[in-house]
């Protein structure tokens, strides 16, 4: 499969696709040159890819006073989310708990995928046990170690990502749906 599909082709998987969301373009001021149609758009499957595979992401929080905090995080991509956790201390994890709204951006800034959605906080405790195993499962696959700690998955929202912009510049929006 290649990174790029018409728009009427659809991923079809396990996780989120987007086939659940509307697919077109970001928008922005004409200069930028983001073509009007959605040819040339991204597949889905780019951005589950490059999430899947990367080690390192840029996380962003806002603070009780309205400042942003970004931080890098380790975290896996499952189920269509993307998961993480901290300790309860950290700030970034402070800042959910007081705001859910989330951004998540891949290292790279070449193959750009940047995820805006809002936290849920998962206990594995009280989670349901398969999702928890198959978080811990990727946690230790990608980390070499088991999560078990209290972690947050991130409901996109809002998908952004080009490796090629203006070109193939694609933004997903998803409704309130879950995945």
């Known amino acids: 499969m290649t990174d790029r599909e018409p728009e009427e082709s659809r991923d079809r998987g396990d996780d989120r696709t987007d086939a659940d969301a509307h697919r077109d373009r970001p928008e922005t001021e004409a200069s930028y040159g983001i073509p009007d149609d959605a040819e040339g758009t991204l597949s889905w499957e780019f951005v589950t890819s490059r999430m899947a595979d990367d080690r390192t992401y840029w996380l962003s929080t806002t603070r009780p006073d309205g400042r942003p905090h970004a931080r890098p995080v380790w975290g896996v991509w499952v189920d269509g989310r993307f998961h993480c956790g ?3 201390r950290t700030r970034w994890v402070r800042n959910l708990k007081a705001n859910p709204a989330v951004a998540v951006h891949r290292e790279d800034g070449e193959e750009v995928v940047v995820v805006e959605g809002t936290a ?18 990727a946690y230790e696959e990608k980390y070499d170690i088991r999560h078990g700690t209290p972690f947050f998955a991130v409901r996109p929202d809002t998908v952004l ?8 510049a694609t933004r997903w929006t998803f409704g309130e749906s879950d995945p």
């Open 86 to 88: 901290g300790g309860e």
């Open 120 to 137: 849920e906080r998962i206990d594995p405790d009280t989670a349901e046990a398969d999702r928890v195993e198959r978080i811990d499962a």
């Open 161 to 168: 990502a080009w490796s090629d912009y203006p070109d193939d």
